[in-house]
């Protein structure tokens, strides 16, 4: 293998490529085999324990985020973001359908836990779709979305939702170039008219609202992944991207022509301060900075070509990137950054965005012998860095001080993210890291001719890597965090507050309001009945016309544990779950005439197949 | 605790049962801990190995199926059946999008596989849907829904489906009683003008398509659960019913006043021969046969109140019903029952059906000691039943010849069904058992107020039967089958059919054809391109006119295991997955003029990432 200072791809591992996935021989997987019976006593959490750390995995095209517990990599819980989901009624009561837009669907990538002072904190988890081009933030006390955010300008934030040391900002870079506001423009402008555009997110924690602080213009191409820096680069945040040639067309031969591309660096302060000094564009509402217009944030590091991760070092002090296309892992140095950027040692610009020197940069190039398609690297807690490799099918642990390879475990097959304990702040754990293999074909008992995704627990505490277990997945994590189970504190019971608008907590005041076409039911669902009018000889019976507007109010008043409730409406195509302590509400015209049951639709008791009762529609 | 021929509730029962679930004491579950280490050995699956069985849980309110492998109950899969998936496009796609019918959830509950001879065959998975009264058939060689039918007359099919011996039927019946057709009718014409209409359903092997056979109108009572007979029994089946009462309001207490409900017992030779002479009325389209009018096949027989689960034993000699709200289970005869109709040995009618008389009929009444709630009944293969006690949280082992307990476990907690291996077979394997419990608390890692369902694996091979493994699971199994391994031969990798209509094989074919308003894509979907015009420039590009119709055949030419692509429009709220081989059709109107990235969402490749287009809409 040729090594340069940009390595540059050979022709055996182009054929690789062209090829697509090639699976490796199996017979490493079948060693893990032979010491069985320690492994599944590492993996088992019999009934009255509990597991150690959460694994939340993106659920890519599902929209959804996966719950797992680790070690027994048990799938716990589906927690909707972008998509609807039934089970809960996700997408059906009205806060949750006003969320969701109108979108049926969405492509949640990166997870990110919230962080203060670089410590994963436990207290929210935020997302991204690619697909339709919004945030979200989830409540870790409650599991469940509070807000979700539509970014303008913009299209497929695919390597965000990545935070800053203190959850300052979630940046959102683009992974598709299209024209601002995505307006119509030809593929023959697509150097002058399109864009890659990143975008600052602020959190506020009183509001539980996510906002678009500002936005940054920036050479159309496109981002892939990112990490924001730590202690002494806490300022700072790094993006890889990929087709700086630009094309426009046939992107798996065109965009893989030069040897290098760039990874971005930029300073967030910088930027900020540049945002309230007014050194912005105003387009649909969003504050953009010109990078070209406004120097002293944005810098180019050249990186070799196609980069796909890059990730920051626990001790805040170097950046590494991996070139899908490359066989090697880059380390760059921040310190050696920052001297560089004093010193104004560029070598030219782009779109006014000066680049820095590769040699002022680069710290190291790292090539394990053999090791094909670097994608990205964890860390433990004693200075080791691990990389996934996608074409040999491998975790390769390396020194990050010296470069040296330690160790290498065989994944089954392909593997894109790998995720550690606690893997992304400033103090992982060392324990577990997970691979996240994009091909399981034979792990399991086959499904058809769509495979689910496959992890893999690798045990990091023997003197050698040790997959112990393996857990398909539905398609697609992209990536994982995981978080030590402590610090999650949920609440179980939501609070009994009698002032919640439209709540009701005693049978005597459910009640049924007409208002014009409207029917506004203000109702209570507990053990095991509905309650929609408390005066009326059938409580459990709302009559409306047809055409009028039905909106249900109910309050599930069962202060238990677990004890949630579900409500639909059959051939009505209306269900949702009600939590205990929970208001919801729900709203849909009643344009079919006839008799339509309400039932209960979350188990509850002994008698919850007695829980229902009925919407009578009476004919125009 | 009284003990009568019909067993009434008592005082302290009905305490229990009001209060809804109790949680029993989880000291019975810290001894599972004790043996831990070969427990895990028995449940792990390390890579290399796969699982013994497939376990099909119904996913209840989510409308899909989840299958998990037994022993390690890994969920491998998520099999969309009523509702959306947004992970494999499934309603996005024409086909799938037609076959749901604008419904975007459903309440999946009792799946049944399709059998020969009273055997699992591997072929089928039949489900229905309580929501949105349906019933759907799955593909077991490709894991995908075939079909879903439509039922007209009928509101909440429960029970369903339970399939005869050779698949020539499953039975839907109803759980809501509605006026015929859903039309409105008065709560007080309840008993006159409101009907449970149990639905004959076929399925056609040939045409891949289910069809309504013909229907039976019985009286306004809510039918729960049901089973085939077998071998001696098999042209006969059996279904409960509750709130025989006619309760209109408040069924929790208003169903539950009378000692006794029913099951009702029917010959579907003699319906299917009454239908055969034109026995019925047409009403809707479909054949609805009224029990009254054309007597013969159809009897009540009278049993403890409130019954939810009745089972027939793998002989085909008994079927046994357990009352939720009655401490027993209850054996029946059929060679009883057919004795009893031969000698006309009736008690009186009910709505024109009639009533068999109890003694004639029961062979034993169970009542194991302290035990509370009984629900469901699985079997093994040396002539044991196994209970579900949904109130004392247990499963109890007992001998249907006898009526002896002869073991107990706990569970945890509240288990609706269980399932055994091959269980609803008349050859079960005795080997597992998996408790469907509605009640997790504590078992996991906390998600908040909402928590999952969980499931228990014990073991049946030892002296005493043993919890051996504990899964979490969405909501919201309410059934699931397992079948042997090797009886599914899925096919992983779809046929090369040149003659497939809309498919492509070959790039220089693909093509992009408008028909007025309409652009057709014919195009191809491979590692790591998009090609929707062979002939053109950018051959992943497609620019139409805003209010354009657009679309997309796509053929997936990848002929290798596990290479799915994805299709998605960015922004346009579309993605669909294209199997190894298959071909697709999306269309949508172009309703927005832009700019919008086209991308694969299923991982592919190395250049996966790379694997993308545009879509440009010109403004009108």
New interface residues.
């Given amino acids: 293998m040729k090594k340069g200072i940009i390595p540059a791809i050979s022709g055996l591992l182009a054929g690789?490529?062209?090829a697509?996935?090639f699976f490796a021989n199996?017979d490493m997987?079948?060693k893990?085999?032979a010491n069985?019976?320690s492994?599944?006593?590492k993996?088992?959490?019999?009934?009255?324990?509990?597991?150690e750390y959460?694994l939340f995995a993106s659920?890519?095209?599902?929209?959804q985020l996966f719950?797992y517990?680790v070690p027994s990599?048990?799938?716990?819980?589906?927690?909707p973001v972008f998509?609807?989901?039934?089970?809960?009624g996700y997408g059906?009561d009205k806060k949750s359908k006003e969320m969701l837009g109108?979108?049926?669907?969405?492509?949640l990538h990166h997870p990110a836990f919230s962080e203060t002072k670089g410590e994963y904190d436990g207290k929210y988890l935020f997302a991204t779709d690619?697909?339709?081009?919004r945030a979200a933030v989830m409540d870790l006390?409650?599991?469940?979305v509070e807000d979700i955010l539509n970014v303008p300008n913009t299209?497929?934030p695919h390597c965000a939702a990545f935070v800053t040391e203190n959850t300052e900002y979630l940046f959102l870079p683009t992974?598709?170039p299209?024209?601002i506001?995505?307006?119509?423009?030809?593929?023959d402008d697509f150097s002058t008219k399109?864009k890659g555009v990143m975008s600052a997110v602020t959190f506020n924690e009183q509001t539980k609202k996510l906002e678009l602080a500002y936005q940054v213009a920036l050479p159309p191409w496109?981002y892939?992944l990112s990490d924001a820096g730590k202690k002494t680069s806490a300022d700072w945040a790094v993006l890889t991207t990929?087709?700086t040639e630009e094309a426009?067309?046939?992107?798996?031969i065109n965009?893989?022509q030069k040897d290098r591309d760039y990874i971005v660096l930029f300073n967030w302060k910088e930027l900020e301060k540049m945002v309230k000094e007014g050194k912005y564009d105003t387009v649909n509402g969003a504050k953009i900075v010109n990078p070209a217009k406004h120097k002293g944030a944005i810098y180019l590091v050249p990186v070799a070509k196609s980069p796909?991760g890059v990730d920051v070092t626990p001790d805040g002090k170097r950046f590494i990137a991996s070139g899908?296309?490359a066989p090697a892992m880059t380390v760059f140095s921040f310190e050696k950054a920052f001297e560089a950027i004093k010193n104004k040692k560029f070598d030219g610009e782009k779109y006014g965005i000066p680049v820095l020197d590769y040699a002022s940069v680069m710290e190291r190039e790292v090539n394990p012998p053999n090791a094909l398609?670097p994608l990205h690297t964890q860390f433990d807690d004693k200075g080791f860095a691990y990389t996934t490799m996608?074409?040999s099918s491998e975790i390769v642990k390396w020194n990050v001080e010296t470069g040296e390879t330690v160790d290498r475990v065989p994944v089954?097959y392909s593997p894109?993210h790998s995720v550690a304990a606690e893997g992304d702040s400033v103090s992982p754990d060392g324990k577990y890291i997970v691979a996240l293999n994009?091909?399981?074909?034979d792990?399991?008992?086959?499904?058809?001719?769509?495979?689910?995704?496959s992890m893999?627990l690798i045990d990091l505490t023997g003197s050698k890597m040790k997959?112990i277990q393996?857990?398909?997945v539905?398609?697609?994590p992209h990536y994982a965090q995981i978080i030590k189970?402590d610090k999650?504190k949920?609440?179980?019971?939501?609070p009994k507050d009698e002032k919640r608008p439209n709540s009701v907590w005693k049978q005597e005041d459910a009640r049924i309001e007409r208002k014009g076409n409207e029917v506004h039911v203000y109702g209570i669902a507990m053990?095991?009945?509905f309650i929609f009018d408390g005066k009326a000889?059938?409580?459990?019976?709302v009559t409306v016309k047809q055409g009028d507007k039905v909106i249900f109010h109910l309050t599930n008043i069962?202060l238990?544990?677990?004890?949630?409730h579900?409500f639909?409406v059959?051939?009505y195509?209306q269900?949702m779950?009600i939590?205990?302590?929970?208001t919801k509400t729900m709203e849909f015209v009643a344009d079919k005439?006839?008799?339509?049951?309400i039932?209960c639709?979350?188990?509850?008791?002994?008698?919850h197949?007695?829980?229902?009762?009925?919407l009578?529609?009476?004919?125009k």
């Fill in positions: 690789f490529l062209t697509g996935v199996t997987g079948e893990t085999v069985a019976s492994d599944a006593e993996v088992y959490v019999p009934f009255g324990k509990q597991d959460y659920g890519g095209h599902s929209g719950v517990g990599m048990r799938r716990i819980r589906t927690v998509t609807p989901d039934a089970a809960t059906w109108g979108y049926t669907w969405g492509d690619v697909a339709n081009n006390k409650t599991f469940t299209s497929g992974r598709f299209v024209p506001n995505r307006e119509y423009a030809k593929l399109y496109s892939d990929y087709n426009t067309t046939n992107l798996e965009a893989s796909h899908k296309l398609g996608f074409i089954q894109g994009k091909i399981a074909k792990s399991y008992l086959s499904v058809g001719p769509s495979h689910p995704e893999q997959v393996t857990a398909p539905d398609p697609e189970a999650i949920t609440i179980e019971v939501l053990r095991s009945k000889e059938r409580k459990d019976v069962d238990d544990e677990d004890i949630t579900g639909a059959n051939a195509n269900n779950e939590q205990p302590g929970e005439a006839g008799t339509y049951p039932y639709t979350n188990f509850c008791s002994a008698l197949q007695e829980m229902s009762g009925y009578l529609v009476e004919p």
